[in-house]
């Protein structure tokens, strides 16, 4: 299993980015999606989720209405469109499998190297 995240890059408060995660070693497409987010000095926490066969999503209260997730299963890769962004929002981004089953499959377990967002005047 093998996540390659892109995309990311400094950006004034206001801005937009959009990540990309290419994912292999694994059927993509079965698979609830999610982008995790890590800020300086602090744990790895979730941003949102996409889950298959039907991509419905669900965002943390910090991410909705600003940040959008898809998937593209022909490509099996995940983005993140993301507007409106604070200072807040700096730091690095991971994309995974949900949480629950992240957390409790092996495979799973090795993160990619993440995407660097930095979001400063």
């Known amino acids: 299993v093998q996540f390659v995240e892109s995309g990311g890059g400094w950006v004034q408060p206001g801005g937009s980015l959009r990540l990309s995660c290419a994912a292999s070693g694994f059927d993509f497409d079965i698979y609830a999606m999610s982008w995790y987010h890590q800020a300086p000095g602090k744990e790895r926490e979730l941003v949102a989720t996409?889950?298959?066969?039907?991509?419905?999503?669900q965002y943390e209260e910090f991410a909705r209405g600003r940040f959008t997730i898809s998937r593209d299963d022909a490509k099996s890769s995940l983005y993140l469109q993301m507007n409106n962004l604070k200072p807040e929002d700096t730091g690095v981004y991971f994309c995974?499998?949900?949480?629950?089953?992240?957390?409790?499959?092996?495979?799973?377990?090795?993160w990619g190297q993440g995407t660097q967002v930095t979001v400063a005047s």
């Open positions: 995974n499998v949900v949480p629950a089953v992240q957390a409790n499959v092996e495979r799973f377990k090795n």
């Open positions: 996409i889950i298959p066969p039907d991509d419905r999503t």
